[in-house]
């Protein structure tokens, strides 16, 4: 089973810009999406944006659109979420997961996660 490995975040000012990276393990990813959630503390796991592995097409979660992009490389294995204008509210921990669906926008439709990493931000 592939694995996926984060990298990126930390502790940015308000109106910044980070990049996360999700890079999964192996010559190839075998899955047909990537996508990436957040959770805040005290909140569910929200979907921000995924991306199909064939085409590169992303979609959007409502956090995202307009402010964050979501790309892929598919000679590294790494989808790239470039998060601009970052707000008090996009504090949470981010996860990239793997899906086996061309489109899925709910936790339970992915079967593996990176370990998830700490974005905040702070006025």
């Known amino acids: 089973q592939e694995q996926l490995v984060q990298s990126g975040g930390g502790l940015v000012q308000a109106g910044d810009s980070v990049r996360l990276s999700c890079a999964a393990s192996g010559d190839t990813f075998s899955s047909l999406a990537m996508g990436w959630f957040r959770q805040a503390p005290g909140k569910e796991r929200a979907f921000v944006a995924a991306i199909r592995w064939d085409t590169g097409r992303p979609y959007y979660g409502d956090p995202a659109r307009n402010r964050f992009t979501l790309s892929r490389d598919k000679v590294e294995n790494t989808a790239y979420l470039e998060m601009t204008n970052l707000n008090l509210e996009d504090t949470a921990v981010y996860y990239c997961?793997?899906?086996?669906?061309?489109?899925?926008?709910?936790?339970?439709?992915?079967?593996?996660w990176g370990q998830g990493t700490q974005v905040t931000v702070s006025s």
């Open positions: 997961a793997a899906s086996g669906m061309w489109v899925a926008k709910r936790p339970d439709q992915y079967k593996t």
